[in-house]
Each structure stands twice: as structure tokens, then as C-alpha cells.
């Protein structure tokens, strides 16, 4: 399968600790998103790398959260001091840069926060 | 914070009928895609249409945009029980990355 892929699929923690995810984009793709989407919503942005390099980051991001694509291949999203708020599907999307693109999601990682 | 509203926000039709989803957004685009969400999986890319086209189809697939009222609609045709998910629109604005913008989508139902 080519697709995009995320790691794990659930993650199930206390809340305080702090948790990675994984996200291995279609390979040929140089844009990298990650979103979340909370039960009845649709996804909201979070943040976007371009090859290795984060080139946006929303409000939504708060100083807990980081993301890093140290090779421009897969990326990975760490929330720190977990918050029960922080609950919620993560997505990865994938895209390539040129012309109009659509972007290709992941099954996401669903986070629940005891 | 979301993009613009999906009307309705859940539709329930009979197996052979068809589906008709609207769109509402509210800033200028650049291009507008729908999407399909299943229960528990991630977003699958349906059809994607630039800021100047007012209509395009996919197999039972037609989106029509109309620029002018800031809207677009989905239509399914003979839907199928198959077609039961979350249908999202998503757009991106003129200038900056593709980051998309969703509407909080239209639960639909194929009851057979």
C-alpha cells in the first residue's frame, strides 16, 4: 500500500504524560499537513512542512506540541503534558507542490486522554 | 476555527435516490474539494474544483461552485448503501500553502 500512513492508530494515556505519533507520507510527496478533528467536527489545521521545513503553524498548536520532518520523509507530531482536551483523531495528509493538488489523509491516530 | 457550514448536517435516503450536499464559505478560494470520511478512517479526496469552474463530475459524482454566493453542492447520483459516511468540503485560499479549511460536513445515510 502507498499511502499515507499513521502510527499508532489509538493511543489511549494518562493525562500528564506526553505522546508521539508517526506519519509516513506517499513517498514522492514533498508537502507534509497534520490536522485534528474532534468528534463532530470536521479537521481543523495544525501545521504544514514543506520538504523538512515547518512552514506554517496554527494558533491551535500551543507550546506543548511539536512537530518535526527531519528528512523531508516522515514526520512526527509530539504533544507534551497531555490535557484531556488534547483528545481527538490526529491526521496526516500529503500532497505534492505543484499546480492544484489534492491532499491524500491517513487513517489517522485517535488519542483518548484518561 | 471552520471555514463555512455543510447544509444538512444529516441526510437520510433510500438506496437508488439521490443525495444533493451544499457547501457555504466565506472567504475567496482558490480551489474547493470534497471529501468522504467513513466511520473511524481518515478523509478520502472525491473531487476537486478550481475557483473558475462552475461544475465538474466523477462517475455519480457532480460539484457545481458558484463564486458569486461563496457556495458549492454535491450531488450523488443512484446512491448506494456504500455511499453511508461524513461528506466534507475543504477549501484553500488564494495566496499561501494548500491548507484546507473544512466545513463541519453532512452525516448521509443509504438506508437500503
Known amino acids: 500500500d502507498t499511502g499515507v500512513s499513521q502510527n499508532p492508530r489509538h493511543k489511549i494515556t494518562k493525562r500528564g504524560q506526553n505522546v508521539t505519533f508517526r506519519c509516513d507520507p506517499i513517498?514522492?510527496?514533498?508537502?507534509l499537513y497534520w490536522y485534528r478533528q474532534t468528534l463532530g467536527q470536521g479537521p481543523e489545521f495544525l501545521t504544514y512542512f514543506q520538504n523538512e521545513a515547518q512552514l506554517e503553524k496554527s494558533r491551535l498548536l500551543s507550546d506543548r506540541f511539536s512537530a518535526e520532518r527531519p528528512k523531508g520523509s516522515f514526520s512526527t507530531l509530539e504533544i507534551q503534558r497531555t490535557e484531556q482536551g488534547d483528545s481527538a483523531m490526529y491526521l496526516c495528509?500529503?500532497?505534492?507542490?505543484?499546480?492544484?493538488?489534492?491532499?491524500?489523509f491517513g487513517d489517522g491516530t485517535r488519542l483518548s486522554i484518561l | 476555527s471552520q471555514q463555512g457550514e455543510e447544509d444538512p448536517q444529516a441526510l437520510s435516503i433510500q438506496e437508488g435516490e439521490n443525495a444533493t450536499m451544499n457547501c457555504s464559505y466565506k472567504t475567496s478560494i482558490n480551489n474547493l474539494q470534497w471529501y468522504r470520511q467513513n466511520s473511524g478512517r481518515g478523509l478520502v479526496h472525491l473531487i476537486l474544483i478550481r475557483s473558475n469552474e462552475r461544475e465538474k463530475h466523477s462517475g455519480r459524482l457532480r460539484v457545481t461552485l458558484d463564486t458569486s454566493k461563496k457556495s458549492s453542492s454535491l450531488l450523488i447520483t443512484a446512491s448506494r448503501a456504500a455511499d453511508t459516511a461524513s461528506y466534507f468540503c475543504?477549501?484553500?485560499?488564494?495566496?499561501?500553502?494548500?491548507?484546507?479549511?473544512f466545513g463541519q460536513g453532512t452525516r448521509l445515510t443509504i438506508n437500503p
Open positions: 495528509a500529503s500532497s505534492l507542490t505543484e499546480g492544484n493538488q489534492p491532499q491524500h
Open positions: 475543504a477549501t484553500d485560499r488564494i495566496q499561501g500553502a494548500q491548507k484546507l479549511v
Open positions: 513517498s514522492e510527496h514533498n508537502r
